[in-house]
Antibody
Framework: QVQLVESGGGLVKPGGSLRLSCAAS????????MTWIRQTPGKGLEWVSY????????YYADSVRGRFTISRDNAKNSLYLQMNSLRVDDTAVYFC??????????????WGQGTLVTVSS | DIVMTQSPDSLAVSLGERATINCKSS????????????LAWYQQKPGQPPKLLIY???IRESGVPDRFSGSGSGTNFTLTINSLQAEDVAVYYC??????????FGPGTKVDI
């Protein structure tokens, strides 16, 4: 079954850390760029970070650069997001998503169900 | 960043009628050199992640019913749902991928019956 399953969300205090995981199955994980996108009622859908197939290219949104680290383990078909120095405005549902084969463009054809991260004291 | 806006925020349409959603970008998301519009539409049903419906402004993703159609160029785009079905109740988002990295989404339009 082709799917992405996120885990690792939860409640954390401001300044704390959390590590999200995304387990891929049913497709060749190493063939795809992967991304983290978050969703809040206020800001809507916002891209957080993405990583190339072999981890040689990584990008971060300005809002998380220096605090979040994306990584992947192709042997384990897994994507990760290490989130440090968390702030209240990082509260969101975090989705991992697969960049499809559309000629190298940022189009996302497979999404996980999302994991909720709540940053609150 | 390219800012995407959508209108209306929400709309209610009778079953079998047409729904029209507009999306506007703060700058053109079209390249003259290849005549392509870097604009996609996603559908998000309650409790589910977004689903890719349309890309290049008008190309339906595999498996998407043909009652969904997209049009537009430059900074103005439209998603049309002809003959609305109950299962089309969702929030619809436009996304520009002209800027990479840095793709951005619109705020969404909620479609109800």
């Amino acid at each position: 079954q082709v799917q992405l399953v996120e885990s690792g969300g939860g409640l954390v205090k401001p300044g704390g850390s959390l590590r999200l995981s995304c387990a891929a199955s049913g497709f060749t994980f190493s063939d795809h760029y992967m991304t983290w996108i978050r969703q809040t009622p206020g800001k809507g859908l916002e891209w957080v970070s993405y990583i190339s197939r072999s981890s040689t290219t990584i990008y971060y949104a300005d809002s998380v650069r220096g605090r979040f680290t994306i990584s992947r383990d192709n042997a384990k078909n897994s994507l990760y997001l290490q989130m440090n120095s968390l702030r209240v405005d990082d509260t969101a549902v975090y989705f991992c998503a697969r960049r499809g084969h559309y000629g190298g463009y940022d189009l996302f054809d497979l999404w996980g169900q999302g994991t909720l991260v709540t940053v609150s004291s | 960043d390219i800012v995407m806006t959508q209108s209306p925020d929400s709309l209610a349409v009778s079953l079998g009628e047409r729904a029209t959603i507009n999306c506007k970008s703060s700058q053109s998301v079209s390249y003259n050199s290849n005549n392509k519009n870097y604009l996609a539409w996603y559908q998000q049903k309650p409790g589910q992640p977004p689903k890719l419906l349309i890309y290049w402004a008008s190309i339906r993703e595999s498996g998407v019913p043909d009652r969904f159609s997209g049009s537009g160029s430059g900074t103005n785009f439209t998603l049309t749902i002809n003959s609305l079905q109950a299962e089309d109740v969702a929030v619809y988002y436009c996304q520009q991928y002209y800027s990479s990295p840095g793709f951005t989404f619109g705020p969404g339009t909620k479609v109800d019956i």
